[in-house]
């Protein structure tokens, strides 16, 4: 055993479980398993430099698989169901996964000679996420996922005795290479919730009895806003965006100790916050560096906030295009440094604050204005139940600002009330130009804001607005 025995013992761990709620697998009947898969690989004749790309979801099938690719340093590339329209050029064969023993390998037929990967085995190729622009390809080693699985499970005070809900997708970054392999790492107890919403995530909690979990800023407000009775946890943990309003607070006190995440699909995991650090330092903060991983800020007189940049010896190799070919980093890294392209501040004992993408601040009246600021003050409005601040076209105060509301149900509000409101709790710049009653926001699928969409919307948008 090569990944997994590395990461965990399997011995030790003999009475973990690997769930979906229909299926359920011991950790000592891993080896078995993946047996199984790797005979099927032998009788089709695939090399391990070959690159597969592989439909995955939150099934132990899915999870089997991706454990087998890892153990046996196979490049692959990871998407979710309704994606095989967009298959890189540079995968020779899809894979569509029936159950644990079941397997449909289908030949690329966008692959041609020209479309190449370098020969080395052990490849991760993960798309960025797209929030805020065209997705990018990452190359990442499974070393590097290796390492980072075990120093994110030392951070978060994983042990085998968890029982650890993963109501993330494991095709993205956040809930394939922290939350599971992190999980795994630790030899704990792993539910894994396809399509997960409140009703069926109280569901399987009421069945698999977690005591930690990996979810997202926006599910945690999912819950918060929706649990009667409180429910405590000994550890949540949430990455992929910031907390809204008071759902930091709201959440621990239903749910208990909660800790923010930060990473990205280039350099994994980087900070975390300790789950016995004080509530008010595991919200403000992300925490600090994990082991081995180092983060900094450009220097400045007035310690205003720059741009964060991270040194991660176990993050990725480059991005490729959809061919397999290298693309530039730019001035994205220098020197062993990537431009995460977040503003932050670092406090004097080494606390990361992450105050938003730099590309979700704007310069109103000279003075650089935060989009999560401004989100946060105006989801403490009565009758909203969730706003996205999006940037288009120029004002007098500079950069021109659009706020897309959601409207709490059953509640009469409208943009000229909200836009009212904004003049009581805002600064005069911070306030927005435009305001767009929306019924839901569009969600890409690892539970981030799709803010694209959300442009393209404003520019052909027929909803209620207030100038």
């Not at 013992?9 to 697998?25: C, P, R, W, Y």
């Not at 995968?91 to 020209?114: M, Q």
């Not at 005795?161 to 394939?176: E, M, N, Q, T």
């Not at 290298?326 to 220098?334: A, E, N, P, R, V």
């Amino acid at each position: 055993m090569k990944f997994i025995s590395q990461c965990t013992n399997l011995e030790k761990n003999i009475d973990s479980i690997l769930t979906d709620g229909q299926t359920t697998f011991l950790y000592k009947d891993f080896p078995d398993v993946l047996k199984k898969i790797e005979q099927w690989f032998l009788k089709k004749s695939i090399l391990e430099n070959e690159c597969l790309a592989v439909e995955c979801e939150n099934s132990i099938p899915s999870a089997l698989f991706l454990l087998f690719l890892l153990e046996s340093e196979y490049n692959f590339f990871v998407f979710p169901k309704g994606y095989e329209k967009k298959i890189p050029a540079f995968c020779r064969y899809i894979i569509t996964i029936e159950s644990t023993t079941d397997f449909i390998l289908i030949p690329n037929d966008k692959w041609h000679d020209s479309a190449q990967i370098p020969p080395e085995k052990g490849k991760l190729y993960l798309k960025t996420s797209g929030s805020t622009g065209d997705p990018k390809m990452a190359v990442i080693p499974h070393s590097g996922l290796q390492v980072n699985a075990r120093i994110t499970s030392e951070r978060l005070l994983l042990t085998s005795s968890d029982r650890i809900a993963l109501p993330v997708p494991i095709y993205h970054s956040y809930g394939l290479t922290t939350a599971f392999l992190s999980a795994i790492a630790a030899g704990a107890s792993i539910d894994l919730q396809k399509g997960a919403n409140l009703l069926r995530y109280l569901k399987r909690e009421r069945e698999f009895n977690p005591n930690v979990a990996f979810m997202t800023p926006i599910f945690c407000e999912t819950l918060a806003k929706g649990r009667r009775d409180e429910r405590q946890y000994r550890l949540t943990v949430a990455a992929g965006d910031r907390f809204r309003g008071d759902i930091f607070s709201r959440y621990e006190s239903l749910s208990g100790c909660l800790v923010n995440l930060y990473g990205s699909t280039e350099m994994n995991a980087i900070a975390a916050g300790n789950p016995n650090d004080p509530s008010n330092i595991r919200c403000q903060y992300v925490g600090k560096p994990m082991q081995g991983i180092q983060i900094r800020i450009e220097e400045t007189k007035d310690n205003s906030p720059q741009e964060l940049w991270c040194h991660n010896p176990f993050g990725f190799e480059g991005y490729v295009d959809n061919k397999g070919r290298s693309i530039s980093l730019g001035d994205d890294y220098k020197e062993g440094w990537f431009r995460i392209k977040d503003l932050g501040q670092i406090s004097s004992d080494g606390y990361i604050q992450v105050l938003g993408r730099s590309d979700h601040s704007v310069n109103r009246d000279g003075l650089l204005v935060f989009f999560a600021d401004i989100e946060k003050a105006m989801g403490t409005i009565s009758g909203i139940e969730s706003v996205v601040i999006v940037s288009k076209g120029e004002t007098e105060r500079g950069k021109g600002l659009t706020a897309f509301c959601v409207p709490a149900k059953d509640l009469n509000i409208t943009a000229e009330i909200i836009r009212s409101s904004c003049f009581k709790i805002l600064p005069k710049n911070s306030v927005p130009d435009k305001i767009i009653l929306i019924d839901s926001l569009p969600m890409l699928p690892n539970g981030k804001i799709d803010r694209q969409k959300l442009n393209h919307s404003f520019l052909h948008n027929g909803e209620s607005s207030s100038k």
